[in-house]
């Protein structure tokens, strides 16, 4: 036979407490004050009986699972950054996280199962993880439709009446030059922009490329400089980087001009073309990545001088954002929180 379910009307009981008392202990109820003696009480008959909240009845009750769905591709490494943060917050406010992948499942099909989780009562909120041109008027009507307290992380940058978590991705390439170009009288020529695309993506300029791209050319106007941008598939690899670099030091009249690469996950090829060339990375040419994506910095030597897109810190203002929606209901009016990239000093540059 199955054993009897502690209750906590059994540790009220043990306690010699009411159960409200033993409510306040557990759940830090604002407004009811219990002293030590009373919660250290509690507490050792919670340990005594071995007793554990009940969740399901916990949320009946108060209406919330204390889960929030986190949607992204588990393979991809800025979304395991993200849930660092969100686990991280999440621990902090008592919150679990629910993993949500789109696997093989049509386009929408995999959001639309958020929504029916919201609806059984599974999750109190949902965080998105997109791609940064995403801006789907179907879902965020769906969203708003249903009530659910959500966040987009890194979408709906251009588009009102949605959360998002930005990254600040103009501000980053700003910060990237003027590091790298701190020492401006050692070069006659302005930076070149090294703008890396990933096969098919080079057919078209999302929005955060745009904005870096545009970041760059200002940062040059400012200073005097033609803008040099290169635009390379990560496909040509280290070949690519060779007929460039060659092509480079034929129309240098002195010193290389330095490098700022748009991700750090094509620098190793550009490394190998360096040491081909019998060039010196942080001597003969200076390099720097604008997107830290897979922390490249760590595992370049020299140390790769570059700009961190914080996705850490963002999994845990999109928790913050989702926990102050369940607060105030769909009475806060949708907004853009922008967070800075990170500065990494490193030896390329």
Known sequence: MSKKRVTSHDVAKLAGVSRSVV?????????????????????????????HVDAQARSMKTGRSMTLAAF?????????????????????????????????????????????????????GIVTLDNTSYRSADWAAKVHDAGVPYVSVEGYAETDGVHSVLADYRGSVLTALDYLCRDEAEYQEGPVYAEVHHGTDGRRINWSEKNRRNAYKDWCSRHGYQPQIKRMDELEGVEGWISWLTELQAQASNALPPVLVNWSSTVPDLYRA???????IGDTLKVMSADNTIQGDRLSVPRLSCVEIPYVQMGEEAVRCILKQLEQGQDGKPGKLWLPAVLRPGESA
């Open 72 to 124: 992204g591709d588990t393979g991809h490494p800025l979304f395991m950054r993200l849930l660092e943060g969100m686990q991280r917050e999440c621990e902090a406010a008592g919150y679990h996280i629910l993993l949500c992948s789109p696997g093989e499942r049509r386009p929408g099909e995999a959001r639309s199962a958020l929504l029916d989780l919201y609806h059984q009562r599974k999750i109190d």
């Open 274 to 280: 360096a040491r081909q060339l019998s060039l010196s």
């Open 23 to 51: 409510s306040a202990v557990l759940n830090d109820t604002p407004g009811i004050g219990v002293g030590a003696q009373t919660r250290e009480a509690v507490l050792h008959a919670i340990a005594e009986l071995n007793y």
